[in-house]
């Protein structure tokens, strides 16, 4: 099932779509022994999972025994041999909708709060924090980035159909996610089939304090 409803606007889809792509593929490494059975080191190559995933940061994600899939949580999705890193939001039979940025789950108003850690202290050009505290109606809680929401418009009402998931990349500025259907370049309502693993931790960082974080 794809969104029609909230799709951009060809035009604008034509000029973004080096921007998404990069922002939203991943590459996969070799397995290392390090990682462990089951386990396979990913580099995301650009900003689409901001802050939680930076660009060129490499993770280790679980490639089996990851079912069941659970709200809040970042996942692998492949899609035209393509693989993607996006975080849950929608199960099976939840009613999404978006406004104005925020998440509406069930017909709950997700909560926004200050990030935490303090440290994340961006501003928009129009003084509006750059990052927030989105916490869902469930008590699923995750921080995201935006100024623009531009780039992803407000969606009306969708239930997720069985069997398959709704998901959002952090950057809510800079992800071809379930906002927009497979045939608008993004990855729309993904089955659980096409779930290949969870992301775990940061293997390697330019930021070395951030090297071995769990990923949440």
Known sequence: MSIAAGAPPRR???LTLAAMLLGCGLSAGELHADTGAGSQNFTIP???MEPTLRSREQFVART???LPIARGTVYLVRKDGVTYAF???GLPGDTIAIT???VF???RAAFYSNPDPAGLTGTCTDGRPLFRRENLPGGESHIVMACNYGFGPDMPAIVVPAGHYFLLGDNRSSAADSRFSGTDLGVGLVPESDFVGKAERIFFSSDSARIGKEID
């Open 12 to 14: 604008i889809l034509q």
């Open 46 to 48: 650009s900003a689409s």
């Open 64 to 66: 089996t025994d990851f």
């Open 87 to 89: 975080r849950v939001i």
């Open 100 to 102: 104005g940025g925020g």
């Open 105 to 107: 789950l069930n017909n």
